[in-house]
T-cell receptor, first 109, second 121 residues
Framework: GEDVEQSLFLSVREGDSSVINCTYTDSSSTYLYWYKQEPGAGLQLLTYIFSNMDMKQDQRLTVLLNKKDKHLSLRIADTQTGDSAIYFCAESDTDKLIFGTGTRLQVFP | GAVVSQHPSWVICKSGTSVKIECRSLDFQATTMFWYRQFPKQSLMLMATSNEGSKATYEQGVEKDKFLINHASLTLSTLTVTSAHPEDSSFYIC?????????????????FGPGTRLTVL
């Protein structure tokens, strides 16, 4: 079945850039997503990218997609303490979302 | 817009009792609702997909007789955990989707509720 993998933990200094990586196995993915989950809360969609795109930028967020390697990344510029959360990548080719394992981002002053 | 609520936000119950969790789309009609389960420090696992007025489709390994899903209207879906046991303790999250809605103009964007934490003693 489909599998989506992420590194578990990332720690960055406030003001630096954060890069969260994700690999997936389903070559038929149509959309790939990044979600943010704060403690005890549901998921907030940050951004998504269509599978025929290589890059998408939205304010401080930059998504890069390497479809050949099935690799997705999320770069957060000028990371702030409010960005501390768990970040999930997800893929879909139908209505169903397959989530990655999540990366806990910790931002320290 | 596109707000999804869940009730209760947390519940503690005794082993053997049943617990009902509600998921509501507050400002749109959800053609499809999804139920997820999240264990501590783990990812979301899809339990089932439900469409209004029809039976839910359960993922492999999810007991349909234990996790009863009812999607009686376009704004409400319920998940009932029957005869709950400590191993059912988890964070349950619902999402709702419809076509042509959302800031990203995405065809089938899912909007997530805030989750319900279930603790079974």
């Amino acid at each position: 079945g489909e599998d989506v993998e992420q590194s578990l933990f990332l720690s960055v200094r406030e003001g630096d850039s954060s890069v969260i990586n994700c690999t997936y196995t389903d070559s038929s993915s149509t959309y790939l997503y990044w979600y943010k989950q704060e403690p005890g809360a549901g998921l907030q969609l940050l951004t998504y990218i269509f599978s025929n795109m290589d890059m998408k930028q939205d304010q401080r967020l930059t998504v890069l997609l390497n479809k050949k390697d099935k690799h997705l990344s999320l770069r957060i510029a000028d990371t702030q303490t409010g960005d501390s959360a768990i970040y999930f990548c997800a893929e879909s080719d139908t209505d169903k979302l397959i989530f990655g394992t999540g990366t806990r981002l910790q931002v320290f002053p | 817009g596109a707000v999804v609520s869940q009730h209760p936000s947390w519940v503690i119950c005794k082993s053997g009792t049943s617990v009902k969790i509600e998921c509501r789309s507050l400002d749109f009609q959800a053609t499809t609702m999804f139920w997820y389960r999240q264990f501590p420090k783990q990812s979301l696992m899809l339990m089932a997909t439900s469409n209004e007025g029809s039976k839910a489709t359960y993922e492999q390994g999810v007991e349909k007789d234990k996790f009863l899903i009812n999607h009686a209207s376009l704004t409400l879906s319920t998940l009932t955990v029957t005869s709950a046991h400590p191993e059912d303790s988890s964070f349950y999250i619902c999402s709702a989707s419809t076509t042509g809605l959302g800031a990203f103009q995405h065809f089938n964007e899912q909007f997530f509720g805030p989750g319900t934490r279930l603790t079974v003693l």
